[in-house]
């Protein structure tokens, strides 16, 4: 079946705009996440939706940033007047389990946001 | 809190060679630990994981990593090198109910 889709795969913005990012989950999945990979460094956590419980919003790295899941499938992540440090790869990925335990994610290819 | 140190942010090898990347966690309880690739411009893929079975895990590609509580370390192998094995590999760590934490990554170059 189809894997984690991500939309746009590449974004160009200006300094101080709005812009908005989309992952389509693997149908089914339950748990989703979402992961900023910087030049250079590995995955920071940012966010993780698991079913209809609240997300765990701890990897935010500030209030600029926001996400939301809407009927337990698509999610958008949301960053509100973009600072050149928010240039990065943003990737989400998906699981089958509710739980991060043990079960496999299933990456997306990226969007590559590069703020001006 | 737990963190994954990858020894190596570059690695070469020659086609044909051993591949070893390092791994190392600190964690007071053994958590679950994985191995990820990303090739260019791609989304990770998982190569293999430990949970708590076997202690030697083989994976895709014929990657392979072993569990060494004692030194609390997840190595990654491949006994020969190909030059597709070009990539970067990720270690990442997680304990149950809490999330994952991904080590900085290792470029896997493979000479010719």
């Known amino acids: 079946g189809a894997g984690v889709s991500q939309s746009p795969s590449n974004k160009v913005t200006e300094k101080g705009k709005d812009v908005e990012l989309r992952c389509d989950p693997i149908?089914?999945?339950?748990?989703l996440y979402w992961y900023r990979q910087s030049l250079g460094q590995g995955l920071e956590f940012l966010i993780y939706f698991q079913g209809n419980s609240a997300p765990d919003k701890s990897g935010l790295p500030s209030d600029r940033f926001s996400a939301e899941r809407t009927g337990g499938s698509v999610s958008t992540l949301t960053i509100q007047r973009t600072q050149q440090e928010d240039s990065a790869v943003y990737l989400c990925?998906?699981?089958?389990?509710?739980?991060?335990?043990?079960?496999?994610?299933?990456f997306g290819p990226g969007t590559r946001l590069t703020v001006l | 809190a737990q963190s994954v140190t990858q020894l190596g942010s570059h690695v070469s090898v020659s086609e044909g060679a051993l591949v070893l990347l390092r791994c190392n966690y600190s964690s007071s309880v053994p958590p679950y630990l994985f191995w990820y690739v990303q090739y260019p411009n791609q989304g990770l893929q998982l190569l293999l994981k430990y949970t708590s079975a076997a202690t030697l895990v083989k994976g895709i590609n014929g990657f392979e990593a072993e569990f060494k509580k004692s030194e609390t370390s997840f190595h990654l192998t491949k006994p020969s090198a190909h030059m597709s094995d070009a990539a970067e590999y990720f270690c990442?760590?997680?304990?149950?109910?809490?999330?994952?934490?991904f080590g900085p990554g290792t470029r896997l170059s493979v000479l010719p």
């Open positions: 149908s089914g999945h339950t748990a």
């Open positions: 990442a760590v997680i304990r149950y109910g809490q999330n994952f934490v």
């Open positions: 990925a998906s699981s089958l389990s509710p739980t991060p335990s043990t079960d496999t994610q299933y």
